[in-house]
Nanobody, 123 residues
Framework: QVQLVESGGGLVQAGGSLRLSCAPS????????MGWFRQAPGKAREFVAN????????PYADSVKGRFTISRDNAKNTVYLQMNSLKPEDTAVYYC????????????????WGQGTQVTVSS
């Protein structure tokens, strides 16, 4: 069974930066699209960004475009989310995701989830 293990969340002031990392344990997800979703209290889980295996298809949610950068290192079997210019509205639990589809825009598109890591941005 594949488990996605996230790290890098925390508390940061508005305008600051954080980097999240995620790697699967159990086996390598060769060929899989990786991505990040987030869920704020009282809200539905929402798409943040995806990156396909070859890193040539990288869609972002409009709310994070220009501030967040997703990347992956297939040799290290790891995906990253660099978050800059953070805003209080970015506060949420961030979930790593993996799936066989090229684009995972909905939660139902995801095959594997991480346990989530809390990101809190203070004003």
């Amino acid at each position: 069974q594949v488990q996605l293990v996230e790290s890098g969340g925390g508390l940061v002031q508005a305008g600051g930066s954080l980097r999240l990392s995620c790697a699967p344990s159990g086996r390598t997800l060769s060929g899989y699209t990786m991505g990040w979703f987030r869920q704020a209290p009282g809200k539905a889980r929402e798409f943040v960004a995806n990156i396909n295996w070859s890193s040539d298809y990288i869609p972002y949610a409009d709310s994070v475009k220009g501030r967040f950068t997703i990347s992956r290192d297939n040799a290290k079997n790891t995906v990253y989310l660099q978050m800059n210019s953070l805003k209080p509205e970015d506060t949420a639990v961030y979930y790593c995701a993996a799936g066989a589809m090229v684009l995972m825009r909905r939660a139902n598109d995801v095959d594997y989830w991480g346990q989530g890591t809390q990101v809190t941005v203070s004003s």
